[in-house]
């Protein structure tokens, strides 16, 4: 190979030689040399997690695709300057699952080459709604739907060149999972943690079925929400305690409004106003023309607020209860947000609740052995799906009609599905002996239980057992999670 020299001048006259070659273009990686290896690859299970050993162990965790996309069109790919370009539609894999998958696989080769024993599992988070709309809009069945948009995602991923371990690979709507989540159900509803009652929710009037809180944005229909406002304003209970108590130079008469668009999740009654600091009480302000009292300065710091003026509002909190507690005028209370979840939606696609309806009974959870109770078939998908209120299940006698387990009359199936979260985010309920080898969580509770069943995904007795997650889930369990920032916040 011949060099070129090259010579190049520096301070003070010291100059140096350099020598420089040009670098080859780079052959790009035939279709045919990729499959090859790729299929070598498969057979020596390359990606495989070792059995127990004394190696060190790394398990690797990314979120599982939603392969149920509701708009989805046959994906196309082309090779240019030796990258593989994916034009990618909704349901199918996008460049968020590329970025997510791309980095655990760098970081599950890294490791492995550092001599770790790798778990880096993929399964599907196939349960929904809108599987179930993309089914009735082409007249099939969502199973087929959903299990051909995953065959099709795994050639992308293996064309991608993603190492995951395809052995421990799971599917939330195939009955060998969904009997787990129908038998973590019933756990809780034996600990009276799950139970029936009438509640609150948010219809959709579209899809005829419950939406969790987080599928509805309050700020879209906020304007239609003030036009509905009920105009009138009043002096509170009664001035009659002013003739009693008397009026304080320094004290304040707050007006009291009446109001629809108060969030229950929020507080009812009577709600104190904040217009200078909350969205949602300046627009009632504007539109009522009241005026607007800031006591919080853009730095977060306290104004116009006394002997507390200049504080950070996360000091200031703490003071004010101490000083109201001091003057007997108030005291400290927990205030927790947290609120029964409702799980159970009106739909078709998703794990059918595990309960029985007897008429001499009551409500009678599923017997195990009778597990899982299987989705049924569908004769005319476009009928049986059509939203007309209530759930389709309810619409198929064959399905519904069955014998109570407890008196032996007849009976029916309870006819609503699950929420897909409950799929892979149920609380394991604790302090109950379910056979030594059966792993539970150290802690009273832990969710996102799908992370445990790659550990054990083959197994039909139990939803996993200790002797095959002890290598995976000692020393903090999960090492590396990658995932969206939903995930971050709001799965968890």
């Not at 273009?25 to 299970?45: C, F």
């Not at 060149?161 to 060998?176: A, K, L, M, N």
């Not at 002996?433 to 550990?455: A, F, I, K, P, Q």
Request: charged share 20%; hydrophobic share 40%; net charge neutral.
């Amino acid at each position: 190979m011949l060099l070129r020299r090259s010579y190049r001048s520096a301070v003070a006259g010291v100059g140096r030689r350099t020598f420089s070659a040009p670098t080859p273009k780079p052959t790009r990686l035939s279709q045919e040399v990729d499959k090859k290896w790729q299929a070598i690859w498969d057979a020596k299970q390359a990606a495989a997690a070792p059995p127990a050993g004394d190696k060190p162990k790394f398990y690797c965790l990314s979120m599982f695709p939603y392969p149920s996309g509701a708009h989805i069109s046959p994906w196309h790919s082309y090779i240019a300057s030796n990258s593989l370009v994916f034009l990618l539609k909704t349901g199918q894999l996008h460049i968020g699952h590329v970025r997510v998958y791309t980095i655990s696989d760098c970081i599950s080769r890294f490791k492995r080459m550092q001599g770790f024993d790798v778990l880096h599992p993929m399964g599907w988070d196939a349960f929904g709604l809108p599987a179930e709309n993309a089914a009735i809009e082409r007249g099939i069945s969502p199973a087929d739907w959903t299990l051909s948009n995953i065959a099709q995602a795994k050639v992308q991923m293996k064309a991608l060149g993603i190492r995951f371990d395809w052995s421990h690979e799971v599917t939330t709507c195939q009955p060998d999972y969904y009997k787990w989540t129908q038998w973590l159900f019933l756990q809780f509803l034996e600990k009276g943690l799950a139970y029936r009652k009438e509640a609150l929710v948010n219809w959709d009037p579209i899809d005829q079925t419950v939406l969790a809180n987080e599928q509805v944005s309050v700020l879209s229909i906020m304007s239609s929400l003030l036009t509905s406002l009920l105009n009138g304003r009043t002096g509170g209970f009664t001035r009659s305690f002013m003739a009693v108590w008397g009026r304080g130079r320094a004290a304040l008469v707050v007006p009291l409004y009446l109001a629809e668009y108060v969030l229950p999740g929020v507080g009812t009654g009577a709600v104190m106003g904040v217009p200078a600091h909350d969205d949602r009480d300046a627009l009632f302000a504007a539109h009522h023309n009241l005026p607007v009292s800031v006591v919080l300065s853009d730095d977060d710091t306290l104004v116009a607020s006394g002997r507390f003026t200049g504080l950070p509002a996360s000091a200031a909190n703490d003071q004010l209860t101490d000083y109201l507690a001091e003057l007997n005028q108030g005291r400290r209370h927990v205030q927790f947000r947290l609120r029964d979840w409702l799980v159970s939606r009106q739909r078709y696609w998703g794990t059918p609740v595990p309960v029985i309806h007897c008429p001499a009974c009551g409500p009678v959870g599923v017997p195990l052995k009778d597990l899982p109770v299987e989705l049924p078939s569908l004769t005319d998908p476009t009928m049986d799906l059509k939203g007309t209120g209530g759930s389709p299940l309810a619409r198929m006698a064959h399905w519904k009609s069955c014998a109570c387990p407890s008196c032996g009359g007849p009976a029916e199936r309870d006819t609503d599905t699950l929420d897909t979260f409950v799929d892979r985010y149920l609380f394991i309920c604790c302090g109950k002996d379910l056979g030594s080898n059966l792993w539970m969580c150290d802690t009273v509770g832990c969710s996102s239980w799908y992370y445990l069943r790659y550990g054990d995904a083959s197994n039909t007795s139990v939803p996993f057992t200790k002797s095959n997650l002890t290598k995976w889930m000692t020393n903090g369990g999960v090492d590396m999670y990658i995932g969206g920032i939903e995930h971050a916040i709001l799965h968890l």
